[in-house]
């Protein structure tokens, strides 16, 4: 993909970035190692974290397949995340809630 920077530009981006990335990993790995007890506070606001990057990751995908937002019933992706998150809280099961949701989505893809 062309931009209207030159290579060197682009390289040294790319470098900080993933430097800046590796501080920022290793603050984290530096910082709890040298505290003996997480406190209360931090440790509640990490519980939500896996949470929000699930979301973070699987709502793009189900929202706006093609890039553009597509809420409706035609979105075979949104359809079958759907029915996936609903045997996820009947079942609370990952194999049914995977199951479903990819039995789903090749029903709507394939046979519909």
């Not at 209360?40 to 949470?51: F, N």
């Not at 709502?59 to 045997?87: I, Q, R, T, Y």
């Not at 479903?100 to 989505?105: C, D």
């Amino acid at each position: 993909m062309p931009t209207g920077y030159d290579s060197a530009t682009v390289w040294l981006v790319i470098a900080l970035a993933g430097v800046l990335t590796f501080a920022i990993r290793g603050s984290f790995i530096y910082l709890f190692g040298r505290i003996d007890d997480v406190p209360p506070a931090v440790e509640s606001a990490l519980e939500y974290v896996p949470a929000a990057v699930f979301a973070a990751l699987v709502f793009p995908a189900l929202l706006a397949p093609s890039g553009d937002l597509a809420v409706s019933v035609g979105n075979d992706k949104l359809v079958a995340g759907a029915l996936a998150a609903l045997a996820a809280w009947y079942t609370e099961r990952v194999l049914a809630t995977i199951l479903v949701g990819m039995g789903a989505l090749w029903v709507l893809r394939f046979v519909v």
